[in-house]
């Protein structure tokens, strides 16, 4: 179910360059299970700025009724998030939208899971709740810059993980596409969040397989009524999807990229 | 005695809170979060004729205290709203407010004509003022005569009382305002958006898709406020009021400008509980200020002869 509530801030740190991880604590965890999920803050109580940000959720603990967001600070809304410090409350709306099918993917086969920047967080949850199912996961990272690598050691205690960036300052130079085609990475299902391009790219390239993608979009209310964050749906004019709370993960073809 | 309780043209409502159209969709998404029953009216989101996609995105940008939207009149079209969404509003103790929006007089008296029969509808709220069309919607909000021509139409066929919808884009609103209430509108709701606009400064490109948009919320309050103060001066007819409420207090302003119900937008999308919240707070609110009934307010800020407000505070 949907809660707004007052969450408070347990760690704050700058884990790469203007990227951050936040933990939050509160009874709505308990609300939160399906990875790829999001939260919508409300990061000043006043009316500057005044939309909510969406974030997705990276990782549930619900025994510690904890929850971790990484998120980047680009923006006004981000950067004064940023100075937040532990002890301060968050005004948290969520937990919204529909996460990743675990069903897609059954017990020992494999799931390819694709992150590209700030896409890759919530793979992460979901990368742990697979491998808790016995699912077997490999995971490609894309990042721009080295600067800008997040995650790699968590990701890698899971599974086989490749990092590539595109200026190749880190890891193998090139976008995903190129890392899963140079180790010809065989798979069940993929999941991949991260820039539309990447999605599209993966569309492309696996286009009679079982991929679910999780897409980002500017948002106003977060949960499906102000019909700011819609997509196209294939072969027609008038048929749509809301982002925000039809997905933000929908099965390849499913919506117009 | 409900202190809140206010009468209009066609609504007997139970508290003079709605959420505004455009902010709401059909109520389905914040039926999960509260019971609708709670709220006086709902004005649905804009219905034409025909199904409409609306814009491309991006179709929102935030600004200083408030955001600037582009949607398009995205709906399912007239025939989709009374067969599907109307029905399920029915399971609440809810009057609502049809908007009906259009590209040609034509449009218009048409849905207006076919919407005005739902059981639940008990008033209309015809959208003269959307700036995100590219036909009609506000060329029909600024200029009077054609304003007062499509009411008129409108009225001939509506089997409910029928609310104006007024464009803040424009120069002189009393002059628009009279023109309505002439040609025999019910009430008048105010205001709509303000066009406005963003650019991206890495592109020098406008941000949303459709270039300009609709500017809403607490930015656009003052404004709102100066428009009602004027309007309700000079028409007799009742003026639901938005632009920027987003508490008990902005309320209270609304309806000391001149306001007799008020309506939430863009709040809703920062607070999707702040209707029920400003529900529950008002009667406090009434208390510090010495109000018995909230109608009391109405054009306090103007009318002669009455006392000065005494707060308790």
Redesign the interface.
Same mark, same amino acid.
């Given at each position: *179910? &949907?809660r707004?509530e007052q969450m408070s801030i347990v760690a704050h740190e700058r884990i790469a360059n203007n990227i951050y991880r936040i933990v939050l604590t509160g009874g709505l965890v308990s609300e939160m299970n399906t990875p790829g999920q999001f939260v919508h803050i409300?990061i000043e109580a006043q009316?500057?700025? $005044? $939309?909510?940000r969406p974030i997705s959720i990276c990782e549930i603990n619900q025994e510690r009724k904890q929850f971790t967001m990484i998120y980047r600070k680009e923006g &006004?809304g981000t950067s004064i998030l940023a100075e937040k410090m532990p002890g301060e409350m968050l005004d948290i709306?969520g937990p919204l939208g529909n996460g990743f099918p675990l069903e897609a993917v059954e017990k020992g086969q494999t799931a390819l899971l694709v992150g590209g920047g700030i896409g890759v967080p919530p793979l992460y949850e979901l990368s742990k709740q697979l491998v808790k199912k016995g699912v077997y996961v490999v995971h490609v990272l894309g990042f721009q810059h080295k600067d800008v690598v997040f995650l790699e050691n968590e990701f890698a205690k899971l599974g086989e993980t490749y990092v590539a960036t595109v200026d190749g300052s880190y890891g193998i130079k090139g976008f995903v596409t190129d890392v899963i085609a140079a180790h010809s990475l065989s798979f069940d299902v993929l999941y991949s969040c991260g820039p539309k391009p990447m999605l599209r790219a993966l569309e492309q390239v696996f286009p009679n397989k079982n991929v679910y993608l999780s897409l980002e979009?500017? *948002? +106003?209310? +977060? &949960? +499906?009524?102000?019909?700011?964050?819609?997509?196209?749906v294939p072969n027609s004019?008038?048929a749509?999807r809301k982002v925000c709370?039809d997905g933000p993960v929908f099965k390849a073809g499913e919506v117009i990229l | 005695m409900n202190r809140l309780a206010v009468e209009l043209p066609g609504l007997s409502l139970k508290n003079p809170i709605m959420p505004a159209s455009g902010c709401f969709g059909f109520g389905r998404e914040y039926a999960r979060l509260y019971d609708l029953s709670q709220l006086g009216a709902i004005m649905i989101k804009a219905t034409t004729l025909e199904p409409r996609f609306g814009n491309l995105t991006p179709r929102v940008a935030e600004t200083p205290s408030g955001m600037l939207n582009a949607i398009g009149l995205q709906n399912p079209g007239v025939e989709k709203v009374l067969s599907e969404e109307l029905p399920w509003l029915e399971q609440f103790d809810v009057p609502i407010i049809a908007n009906v929006a259009g590209t040609t007089m034509e449009d218009y008296v048409q849905v207006a004509k076919e919407i005005s029969k739902a059981p639940n509808v008990h008033a209309l709220e015809l959208n003269i003022s959307c700036p995100n069309v590219k036909k009609g919607g506000i060329a029909f909000g600024t200029i009077p005569e054609v304003a007062a021509e499509l009411t008129k139409l409108v009225k001939e066929v509506s089997e409910v009382p029928v609310y104006v919808k007024l464009s803040p884009n424009i120069t002189n609103i009393v002059e628009m305002a009279k023109a309505i209430e002439e040609a025999g509108a019910d009430g008048l709701t105010m205001i709509n958006t303000l066009i406005g606009m963003r650019i991206d400064i890495k592109n020098a490109a406008p941000i949303l898709a459709n270039r300009t948009g609709g500017l809403s919320g607490p930015a656009i309050k003052p404004i709102a406020i100066r428009m009602i103060y004027e309007v309700s001066q000079a028409v007799s007819i009742p003026i639901i009021g938005m632009g920027g409420i987003q508490s008990a207090e902005d309320v209270i302003e609304f309806f000391y400008a001149g306001a007799s119900a008020v309506a939430v937008g863009t709040a809703n999308f920062v607070d999707p509980f702040v209707c029920p919240n400003i529900i529950e707070e008002l009667p406090t609110l009434l208390d510090k200020l010495g109000v018995n009934h909230i109608s009391e307010c109405t054009g306090r800020s103007w009318r002669k002869g009455e006392p000065s407000v005494y707060c308790g505070a």
């Open positions: *179910m &949907i707004k409300k009316a500057e700025p $005044l $939309l909510r &006004i709306l979009e500017r *948002m +106003g209310c +977060g &949960i +499906g009524a102000c019909f700011a964050c819609v997509c196209r004019d008038t749509y709370s | -």
